[in-house]
C-alpha cells in the first residue's frame, strides 16, 4: 500500500503525539520516493532524498518519528549514534560500517518476507522430521504394539496439536559461522568464514536438547533456507536498501564543533562529518551481499543542540540536508494525550503487566491530568527528559503495586486517582526519590 502524507502523518499519530511539522515532513519525504519511482529512468537518477535534520530536545519524538516511518512502509531502517564513528586513521567504527548495517538490516527483512511465504510449503518436511524425533521417545516408554498405524496416527494427531511443544527432544543445529572485522576503523569488510569457505569444509554441527516448539522454528528456518534463492534475496535486499533505506543519525549535534579554529576534540569531530559527508553526497560501498550506491538512500539526522547550533556542523554537510525541522518540548498538554491516545499508551503497557498477576489497573481522568501536570514540573525543575519522564512518574507512582502484586488471588481491581498521585508525590519535593530511576 501506498500512503499519501495525509495518511502518514495520520498513521504517526497513532503513536506519537505533537510535532506536526516533523511529521509532515517525513510524510512528504517519504510520498517523493514513491512519486520518483513512477518516472522515467532517466529522470529517477537526476532526483535524490531531500535529507532532513530535526533539533530537539530528548524525549519528544525524534527517534519514534523515524523508526515508526520505516516500520509502515516496511522499508530497511537502521539508527546510529554519531559519536561512535571515527575518523579515519583511528581505531574505532568507520562512517561506511553504517551502511552495511543498513544492508544487514535489508537482508533480514527481505529473508523474513520470502520464509513467510514459503512457510506453509515446508510445513509438512517440517512436521515430517519434528515426528521421526518425537516418535523413538514416545515408542521406548508405550507397552503394547508401537508400530501400529494407529499408534503413530496417534502420536502424529498430538504432535500437529502442539501436545508435544514442551517435550524435550536432542537436534543437530549448525554452528554459526564466526565473523570479525578486519582492521577496524580502516573501512574493510566484514568477513564471513563459513561464507569464504563454502563448499571446502562441511559446516559443523552440535547437538542441542530442546523443545518440540524450539526445534520447529530452527526446522522451519533450514527447511524454508533450501526453498529460498538466497541470490535472489541478495540483489533484492541491496535494492531495497539503495532505493526504500533509511538511516537515521542521532545525536548529530554532538560531532558539530563550537570553534573551528580549535585543535583537539573539535578537529577530530570534523574529521567524523568530513568522512559522513561522501556517504551522505553518494558514493559506493562494499558489503558481503555487493556493491551498494548511497546516492538515494533517506538520512534523517537528529540532535538536541543545546551547546552547538545547527550551523556548527560543516558547511558541506548541512547543505545535504536541507529540511531542517524543530520539535517542541512538550507539555502537560501533550503528556495527557501521550498517557491515553496512542496504541502503545504507557498506561496500557502497565496495565497489561499488572494484569499478568491479577491486577487490573483502572486510571481515573483526574489522575492522568495530575501525572501529567507533575511530568511538565519535573522536566522544568530538573533534566528535561520529555516524555521519558513519564516512564520514570509512572515507575515510582506504581512501585508498591508492582511489589506487591503477585500470588495466587482473583482479579482486584486498583483504581488510582488523583489522590493517590497526590500521596505518591507528596515526599518527592523534600527528597528527590526519582533520581534513582535513571542515570
Same mark, same amino acid.
Given at each position: 500500500?501506498?500512503?499519501?502524507?495525509?495518511?502518514?502523518?495520520?498513521?504517526?499519530?497513532?503513536?506519537?503525539?505533537?510535532?506536526?511539522?516533523?511529521?509532515?515532513?517525513?510524510?512528504?519525504?517519504?510520498?517523493?520516493?514513491?512519486?520518483?519511482?513512477?518516472?522515467?529512468?532517466?529522470?529517477?537518477?537526476?532526483?535524490?532524498?531531500?535529507?532532513?535534520?530535526?533539533?530537539?530536545?530528548?524525549?519528544?519524538?525524534?527517534?519514534?518519528?523515524?523508526?515508526?516511518?520505516?516500520?509502515?512502509?516496511?522499508?530497511?531502517?537502521?539508527?546510529?549514534?554519531?559519536?561512535?564513528?571515527?575518523?579515519?586513521?583511528?581505531?574505532?567504527?568507520?562512517?561506511?560500517?553504517?551502511?552495511?548495517?543498513?544492508?544487514?538490516?535489508?537482508?533480514?527483512?527481505?529473508?523474513?518476507?520470502?520464509?513467510?511465504?514459503? *512457510?506453509?510449503? *515446508?510445513?509438512?518436511?517440517?512436521?515430517?522430521?519434528?515426528?521421526?524425533?518425537?516418535?523413538?521417545?514416545?515408542?521406548?516408554?508405550?507397552?503394547?504394539?508401537?508400530?501400529?498405524?494407529?499408534?503413530?496416527?496417534?502420536?502424529?494427531?498430538?504432535?500437529?496439536?502442539?501436545?508435544?511443544?514442551?517435550?524435550?527432544?536432542?537436534?543437530?543445529?549448525?554452528?554459526?559461522?564466526?565473523?570479525?572485522?578486519?582492521?577496524?576503523?580502516?573501512?574493510?569488510?566484514?568477513?564471513?568464514?563459513?561464507?569464504?569457505?563454502?563448499?571446502?569444509?562441511?559446516? $559443523?554441527?552440535?547437538?542441542?536438547?530442546?523443545?518440540?516448539?524450539?526445534?520447529?522454528?530452527?526446522?522451519?528456518?533450514?527447511?524454508?533456507?533450501?526453498?529460498?534463492?538466497?541470490?535472489?534475496?541478495?540483489?533484492?535486499?541491496?535494492?531495497?536498501?539503495?532505493?526504500?533505506?533509511?538511516?537515521?543519525?542521532?545525536?548529530?549535534?554532538?560531532?558539530?564543533?563550537?570553534?573551528?579554529?580549535?585543535?583537539?576534540?573539535?578537529?577530530?569531530?570534523?574529521?567524523?562529518?568530513?568522512?559522513?559527508?561522501?556517504?551522505?553526497?553518494?558514493?559506493?560501498?562494499?558489503?558481503?551481499?555487493?556493491?551498494?550506491?548511497?546516492?538515494?538512500?533517506?538520512?534523517?539526522?537528529?540532535?538536541?543542540?543545546?551547546?552547538?547550533?545547527?550551523?556548527?556542523?560543516?558547511?558541506?554537510?548541512?547543505?545535504?540536508?536541507?529540511?531542517?525541522?524543530?520539535?517542541?518540548?512538550?507539555?502537560?498538554?501533550?503528556?495527557?494525550?501521550?498517557?491515553?491516545?496512542?496504541?502503545?499508551?504507557?498506561?496500557?503497557?502497565?496495565?497489561?503487566?499488572?494484569?499478568?498477576?491479577?491486577?487490573?489497573?483502572?486510571? $481515573?481522568?483526574?489522575?492522568?491530568?495530575?501525572?501529567?501536570?507533575?511530568?511538565?514540573?519535573?522536566?522544568?525543575?530538573?533534566?528535561?527528559?520529555?516524555?521519558?519522564?513519564?516512564?520514570?512518574?509512572?515507575?515510582?507512582?506504581?512501585?508498591?503495586?508492582?511489589?506487591?502484586?503477585?500470588?495466587?488471588?482473583?482479579?482486584?481491581?486498583?483504581?488510582?486517582?488523583?489522590?493517590?498521585?497526590?500521596?505518591?508525590?507528596?515526599?518527592?519535593?523534600?527528597?528527590?526519590?526519582?533520581?534513582?530511576?535513571?542515570?
Amino acid at each position: 500500500m501506498e500512503y499519501t502524507p495525509r495518511e502518514i502523518v495520520s498513521e504517526l499519530d497513532k503513536y506519537i503525539i505533537g510535532q506536526d511539522s516533523a511529521k509532515k515532513a517525513v510524510a512528504i519525504a517519504l510520498r517523493n520516493r514513491y512519486r520518483r519511482s513512477k518516472l522515467s529512468k532517466a529522470m529517477q537518477e537526476e532526483i535524490t532524498p531531500k535529507n532532513i535534520i530535526m533539533k530537539g530536545p530528548t524525549g519528544v519524538g525524534k527517534t519514534e518519528i523515524a523508526r515508526r516511518l520505516a516500520k509502515l512502509v516496511k522499508a530497511p531502517f537502521i539508527k546510529v549514534e554519531a559519536t561512535k564513528y571515527t575518523e579515519v586513521g583511528y581505531v574505532g567504527r568507520d562512517v561506511e560500517s553504517m551502511v552495511r548495517d543498513l544492508v544487514e538490516a535489508s537482508f533480514r527483512l527481505v529473508k523474513d518476507e520470502m520464509t513467510s511465504q514459503v *512457510v506453509e510449503k *515446508v510445513k509438512p518436511t517440517v512436521d515430517k522430521r519434528l515426528f521421526d524425533l518425537i516418535y523413538p521417545i514416545k515408542r521406548s516408554i508405550v507397552d503394547g504394539d508401537m508400530d501400529s498405524e494407529d499408534f503413530k496416527n496417534h502420536i502424529n494427531k498430538n504432535l500437529l496439536d502442539g501436545k508435544y511443544d514442551d517435550d524435550f527432544v536432542e537436534l543437530e543445529v549448525k554452528e554459526a559461522p564466526k565473523s570479525f572485522e578486519m582492521m577496524p576503523g580502516a573501512g574493510a569488510m566484514e568477513i564471513n568464514f563459513g561464507d569464504l569457505m563454502g563448499g571446502i569444509f562441511p559446516q $559443523k554441527k552440535k547437538k542441542r536438547k530442546l523443545t518440540i516448539r524450539e526445534a520447529r522454528d530452527i526446522l522451519n528456518q533450514e527447511e524454508c533456507d533450501k526453498v529460498i534463492d538466497m541470490d535472489t534475496v541478495k540483489s533484492e535486499a541491496i535494492r531495497r536498501a539503495e532505493q526504500e533505506g533509511i538511516i537515521f543519525i542521532d545525536e548529530i549535534d554532538k560531532i558539530a564543533g563550537t570553534n573551528a579554529r580549535s585543535s583537539g576534540p573539535e578537529v577530530s569531530r570534523e574529521g567524523v562529518q568530513r568522512d559522513i559527508l561522501p556517504i551522505v553526497e553518494g558514493c559506493t560501498v562494499n558489503t558481503k551481499y555487493g556493491i551498494i550506491k548511497t546516492d538515494y538512500i533517506l538520512f534523517i539526522a537528529a540532535g538536541a543542540f543545546h551547546v552547538s547550533k545547527v550551523e556548527d556542523l560543516i558547511p558541506e554537510l548541512q547543505g545535504r540536508f536541507p529540511i531542517r525541522v524543530d520539535l517542541e518540548n512538550l507539555t502537560a498538554k501533550e503528556f495527557y494525550k501521550i498517557l491515553t491516545e496512542p496504541k502503545n499508551a504507557v498506561t496500557l503497557q502497565y496495565q497489561e503487566l499488572l494484569k499478568v498477576d491479577n491486577v487490573n489497573l483502572i486510571f $481515573k481522568e483526574e489522575a492522568l491530568k495530575e501525572i501529567a501536570r507533575y511530568t511538565e514540573e519535573e522536566n522544568e525543575t530538573s533534566e528535561n527528559l520529555g516524555a521519558r519522564r513519564l516512564h520514570t512518574v509512572l515507575e515510582l507512582l506504581l512501585e508498591d503495586i508492582s511489589y506487591n502484586a503477585g500470588g495466587e488471588h482473583p482479579m482486584v481491581d486498583v483504581v488510582i486517582d488523583k489522590k493517590y498521585v497526590t500521596d505518591a508525590f507528596k515526599n518527592f519535593d523534600k527528597n528527590h526519590d526519582l533520581r534513582k530511576y535513571f542515570l
